[in-house]
């Protein structure tokens, strides 16, 4: 599986956009780019994803470098609610997703 | 629409005992998966189900795992004889045909005591 690095950590202020980085320079042709993030005490909850071109959807989106090998998901208006880890995962469409160590996003007022 | 279920929400048992898992997917939703995380560790695959077949079953750490999904509509996962690695927080995960968002349930707490 190709493996996507994240920071460990970032913080925001609530109201303010959030860029999460996320490298994955091995990608292969047919990986999908996708975005999870976990709630505290909740399973993984999808968020976006996306190939090639850049995404938006209700909750966020998605910033694809052109040559692929990085992606950013962007979060509009960070809101207390949007406190989570994020998980930046490479996988093909109905096979099992890799999970990393995430990137634990904190917000505060 | 219900989400993916999963239950018990939590199970405490002792080494040696058994347990069963079960999760109920999205209604309609052909690829069911398993996933766990133990206590400080990523959260890891442990197999995949297209209806009622086995896709991938490389995540499975033992025999003492069996995970069923008869008539490809809710699935077991029993765990028989539990030991004390076997805790953790275990996931079900669904998903229709070839579409890449996979929907996760609540998760079952497992502890081995």
């Known amino acids: 599986d190709a493996k996507t690095t994240q920071p460990n950590s970032m913080e925001s202020n609530e109201e303010e956009p959030v860029h999460l980085p996320c490298n994955h320079s091995t990608i292969s042709g047919t990986d999908y780019i996708h975005w999870y993030r976990q709630l505290p005490s909740q399973g993984p909850e999808y968020v976006i994803h996306g190939l090639t071109s850049n995404v938006n959807n209700r909750m966020a989106s998605l910033a694809i470098a052109e040559d692929r090998k990085s992606s950013t998901l962007i979060l509009h208006r960070a809101t207390l609610r949007d406190a989570a880890v994020y998980y930046c995962?490479?996988?093909?469409?109905?096979?099992?997703?890799?999970f990393g160590t995430g990137t634990r996003l904190q917000v505060t007022l | 629409e219900a989400g993916v279920t999963q239950f018990p929400s939590h199970s405490v048992i002792e080494k040696g005992q058994t347990v069963t898992l079960r999760c109920d997917p999205i209604?309609?939703?052909?690829?069911l998966y398993w996933y766990r995380r133990v206590m400080g560790k990523e959260i890891k695959f442990l197999l995949h189900f297209v209806k009622e077949s086995k896709q991938d079953e490389s995540g499975m750490p033992n025999n003492r795992f069996l995970a069923e999904r008869t008539g490809g509509t809710y699935s077991t996962l029993k765990v028989q004889p539990a030991e004390l690695e076997d805790s953790g927080v275990y996931f079900c995960a669904s998903s229709q045909g070839l579409r890449p968002e996979a929907f996760f349930g609540q998760g079952t707490r497992l502890t081995v005591v």
């Open positions: 995962i490479l996988s093909m469409p109905a096979s099992k997703l890799t």
């Open positions: 209604s309609g939703h052909d690829n």
